[in-house]
């Protein structure tokens, strides 16, 4: 076997391309992969500038010009937005190698930027969220703070609940949520909620969204994202505080209450347990700091 073939036979592969394929097929191929269409969007768009940047065909494209990529972007881009553009262009090269398409893959050797760990910076105490719901005005705003907090939602897992999503249950009920790449979960909600959520309830039809604008549409992203910022600034909060901080808050006050990390892996929708874990680091709640005589 040639270091060739050995290179060839690192991953699963796929149904084969068509050899007279070419980079542009292997593009949209690739795309239809994806189920989100906000991820179509962005990986095309982040593939269409690295094509633009080594200006020659995908298949010529080895590790020197990804790393090359990868300096240039440090010199325009936060770390995020840098994470999220090689991904996208290892994500392609690793489904072309896959294809067959290329004879290795040479995304795997580039190592992705490091973004140093904020989360500690955005986790709201419970005090805060208190006070962002008993001090907010309206009361379909108070209801969207308690909704994106006790179900830990994303943005828009929870304005996409329309009334067919709830389910009543003993002591409350429970509310299923639509995430990423089409994956669903359940997640129980409080009798207090809940008692609020119905009779806040007209006679909407089923498929009528639960948030609805002043105009009776569903409540956009955008909107929510302004609602949950006023809400932040009238409790005296500082920093850019959005609807996915009530989602951390919800991770973190649920682990000091005694919740396990699978518990609440599981609420957020995390795949794997080590995705939680990292709000017990950004909060612990004991170290050994505290043993130390001097202080």
Known sequence: MTPQTALMTTAAPLAQIDPNADDD???AMWLRSKESPRTREEYGRDVERFRRFVAKPLRAVGLNDLQSYADDLRTGYATGSQQRMLASVKSLITFGHRLGYFPFDAGKALKLPKQKDTLAQRLLSEEEVIAMIALEPSPRNKLLIRSLYVSAGRISEVTGISWQDLKAREEGGQVTLYGKGGKTRAVLIPAKLWCDLMNARSDE??????????????????????????????????GNVSPHWMRHAHA???????????????????????????????RPSDSSSRVLAIG
């Open 252 to 282: 973190s006050h649920s682990l000091e209450r005694g919740a396990s990390l699978a518990l609440v892996g599981s609420t957020l929708g995390h795949a794997n347990v080590s995705t939680t874990s990292k709000y017990v680091h950004a």
């Open 205 to 238: 039809a089923d498929d009528a969204p639960l948030f609805r604008s002043r105009v009776g549409k569903r409540l956009s992203k955008t909107q929510a994202w302004r609602i949950v910022r006023a809400a932040a600034l009238r409790a005296g909060i500082k």
């Open 25 to 27: 097929l292997l593009i």
